[in-house]
């Protein structure tokens, strides 16, 4: 059996989470960091129909796309993922996606908002879901290097960080050490914004 590439995977994930609607459009953006590259979907691709050329391989920390065609860019929200990367240095993938939910759930929320105590909680790395642990919530910007900035100025503050975050009427962002890792964070983190938006619907 071959092994896939990066490439390969990234490319498979945003097809899958395009068919779940978290991708809508040329919507969200996806990396996994290999030793010091950082690969991640390029900007303004539609995330239901990447090819692997639509992968692009960067340096980690600062510096140009390596394309084969030479005319992409990496994703507009790069910043974000490379601070994720350098806070937390064991990540291996950063996932971001813009979904009803996470939009809907930010709308009345201050700068964190505290989950529900959902079971689904221990796939995030809580032991106690009663311990309503805090999502950092940050403000949009239209210059995403602000968001970048503010992200990696709050967050070494938390006390106990969520492998995650809201972008206010945005997204959500997940990373794990590893892409299932990720992956399993966004569903369960996900699966929380969808009930938080569903009760502020029946409070509204
Ligand atoms: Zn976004």
Known sequence: MTERSPATHLRLLARRLYRRGWMEGTAGNLSLRIGDDLWITASGCHKGLLSEEDILKIPLDEGVPHSPSGNRRPSAETSI??????????????????????????????????????????????????????????????????????????????????????????????????????????????FSMGFLASRNSLES
């Open 81 to 190: 993922h490379r601070v994720i990367y350098r806070l937390y240095p064991k990540t291996g993938a950063v996932l971001h996606v813009h979904t009803i939910e996470a939009a809907r759930a930010s709308e009345a929320a201050g700068r964190e908002i505290l989950l529900p105590p959902l079971e689904v909680l221990k796939g995030l790395g809580i032991a106690d879901p009663e311990t309503r642990p805090a999502l950092p919530v940050f403000e949009n910007a239209l210059h995403v290097p602000d968001i970048a900035r503010a992200i990696g100025e709050r967050l070494p503050d938390l006390r106990y960080p969520l492998p995650g975050l809201l972008i206010r009427h945005h997204g959500t962002t997940v990373w794990g050490e590893t892409l299932p890792d990720a992956i399993r964070h966004l569903e369960l983190l996900e």
